[in-house]
């Protein structure tokens, strides 16, 4: 492998970990044919990083589902992506959040949750807004999630002017703004 490779690892039923195609989303890699484990290197500008290094992502959180106190290999691919150019990978991700199906679209707002103040407050803002305005609660849940996580000050007024028309959810929020209130 190339040193502008992106190797990927997810954990498999009945195994540790797998490493993933770097050329093809979803395929897996027989494991001795890799040097290193836990390896996210960014491939050259013009091997067409955004897609590939994106389309990898939703591999990982389709193979392997983004869950609440567990490690995730889409962590360390996103902050790659961040790393990489942050205002590209900002419309990026915003798009796979929004756009992509659900399922997707919550658990890489999960993972972004999971990174501190990824990007600047504008773009949390607006990712925040929107997703709540989202039809799907999981989207809208994932995005409570990230402000809960995140602390910023600034999302906790749109946090306050969004009324969720599911009862769980609109406790949730409330709960997270008392939550914040006490800092």
């Known amino acids: 492998m190339s040193d ?8 498999e039923p009945g195994r540790r970990k797998q490493p993933v195609s770097p050329d093809k989303p979803g395929e897996l890699l027989d494991p001795a044919s890799v040097q290193s484990w836990d390896t996210v290197q960014c491939p050259d500008e013009d091997d067409g990083w955004p ?8 591999a990982l959180v389709e193979a392997e589902p983004v869950e609440d106190g567990v490690a995730h290999a889409g962590e360390a691919l996103v902050l790659a992506v961040l790393e990489r150019d942050r205002g590209t990978a900002g419309q990026e991700l915003r798009s796979i959040v929004l756009d992509c199906t659900p399922a997707i679209g919550a658990a890489i707002l999960r993972l972004l949750g999971r990174i501190e103040a990824p990007l600047d407050a504008a773009w949390r803002k607006g990712l925040i807004r929107d997703a709540l305005r989202h039809r799907d609660p999981s989207i809208r849940d994932a995005a409570v999630q990230a402000v809960e996580v995140w ?27 008392q939550d914040l209130a006490r800092k």
């Open 4 to 11: 502008s490779s992106v190797v990927l690892w997810i954990r």
């Open 51 to 58: 897609p590939r290094l994106l389309s990898h992502l939703v």
């Open 151 to 177: 602390r910023d000050e600034s999302l906790q007024a749109v946090l306050r002017a969004h009324l969720d028309p599911l009862p769980w959810l609109g406790d949730y929020v409330k709960r997270v703004l």
